[in-house]
């Protein structure tokens, strides 16, 4: 019989991030994943660790990825320290460049919201930010420094969660699929796999991005679809890019500052289900707005395109905390943020697993908001 003090559904950034917390005090943690740990999501990210919402939508979610980005240099020293690895981790901010429409009414309106959220944002002349980045585009029209952005390598830092995981005593189990959760009663008390073993654990967490919807049981409290995104790597030898630069129709994230540089450019927003295809027109989607941010890339060699799967919800924010069923925690829907949020979740599922309450405010995130939402419509019609 498996018996551990935790088991996590999902070898992802999440699954792994939390493993590697519980065992650091003290707990036995396995983590089960379905094919290789860390060839999902996490791996195909960008790896920007921005606080800032992307749409109305993310508002909320600003505290929490605020409160991550700050516990960034801890757990990324922790993390290279246990496994020897390195992860990436850059950090001197991202230059955002307004393209179109009324150029300084736009940039007013970002640092204004900016700051209204508690983030750092300042207006930069276009000359500064050329003498920052002398590779940018001439169809800037304005732009603002995001001084306190960092970036990492996601896939250097998936390998470093893992081998940190593995050096404190994380059962690391690819290629194991859980097929339903094992109850007893009102409480889960492990998970069977497709396999028709039961792993027996005290807590169970899901974190199987996207599919976290597949487990017949936990469905109603994880609705989570996969959101397409695509990607492509491109390698060049002019003008080193510095900061990670985005606009509204896209992003570049740089690796390394010698030359030959990779630059990371990203990425497509889809509803495709399950479908990791890289396809013509998302590739034409995000050169272009690679471009438009700095032309010169044009001559840059593309070197690796692919695709991956976010795990989106119907209001675009995580699932985080438990539900109704005792024993059972959720930590999924990451959607756009799953790289950045990964020390808080594992913080938060954490000090919930060890200590019976956490420090940080979670409500918002309650896999329960989804039925209640459900009743509130249902006393309305
Ligand atoms: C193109 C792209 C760019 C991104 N850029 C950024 C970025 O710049 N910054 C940022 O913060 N975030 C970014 N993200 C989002 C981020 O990658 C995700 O939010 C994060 O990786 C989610 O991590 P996860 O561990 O929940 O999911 P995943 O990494 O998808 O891991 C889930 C794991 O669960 C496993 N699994 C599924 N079902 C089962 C089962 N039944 N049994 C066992 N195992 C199972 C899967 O095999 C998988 O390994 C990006 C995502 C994409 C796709």
Not at 11 to 36: N, S
Request: aromatic share 6%.
């Amino acid at each position: 019989m498996k018996t551990y003090d935790v088991v996590i559904v999902g070898g992802g950034i999440i699954g792994g991030a939390i493993a590697f917390e519980l065992a650091g005090r003290k707990l036995r943690v396995a983590v089960l994943d379905r094919q290789g740990l860390m060839g999902e999501a996490s791996w195909a990210a960008a790896g920007m660790l921005s606080p800032a919402p992307d749409c109305a939508a993310a508002i909320p979610l600003v505290p929490l990825g605020r409160a991550s980005l700050a516990l960034y240099p801890k757990f990324v020293e922790a993390v290279e320290e246990a496994s020897g690895l390195k992860t990436g981790y850059r950090t001197g901010g991202a230059i955002e460049v307004i393209t179109r429409g009324d150029a300084g009414r736009e940039l007013s309106t970002l640092v204004a919201l900016h700051h209204g959220l508690g983030l750092a944002c300042e207006p930069l002349p276009l000359d500064e930010a050329l003498a920052m980045e002398p590779g940018l585009g001439r169809e800037a029209l304005a732009a603002a420094l995001l001084p306190e952005e960092c970036s990492i390598e996601p896939r250097a830092l998936a390998a470093a969660v893992l081998a940190a995981s593995a050096s404190v005593g994380v059962t690391l189990r690819p290629g194991v699929e859980v097929a339903s959760l094992a109850l007893d009663g009102e409480k889960c008390v492990g998970v069977r796999t497709s396999r028709g073993e039961i792993y027996y654990a005290s807590h169970i967490v899901l974190a199987a991005g996207c599919w976290s919807s597949q487990i017949p049981e936990a469905a109603r409290w994880a609705p989570t679809v996969p959101i397409r995104g695509q990607m492509a790597a491109l390698r060049h030898s002019g003008t080193v890019i510095r900061h990670v630069l985005r606009s509204e129709h896209g992003y570049l994230v740089p690796r390394g500052s010698g030359t030959p540089q990779t630059v990371v450019v990203g990425s497509t927003i889809e509803n495709s289900g399950y479908e990791k295809r890289v396809t013509w027109g998302g590739l034409e989607k995000i050169l272009a707005a690679a471009n438009e941010l700095t032309p010169e890339l044009r001559k840059a060699e593309i070197i690796e395109t692919w695709s991956g799967l976010r795990p989106g919800t119907p209001d675009q924010l995580p699932i985080l905390g438990p539900a109704e069923i005792d024993g059972l925690v959720f930590a999924t829907g990451h959607y756009r943020n799953g790289i950045l949020l990964a020390p808080v979740t594992a913080k938060l599922v954490g000090e919930w697993i060890a200590e019976g309450g956490t420090g940080v405010e979670w409500e918002t995130f309650s896999p329960l908001r989804f039925e209640r939402a459900r009743a509130d419509r249902a006393a309305i019609a």
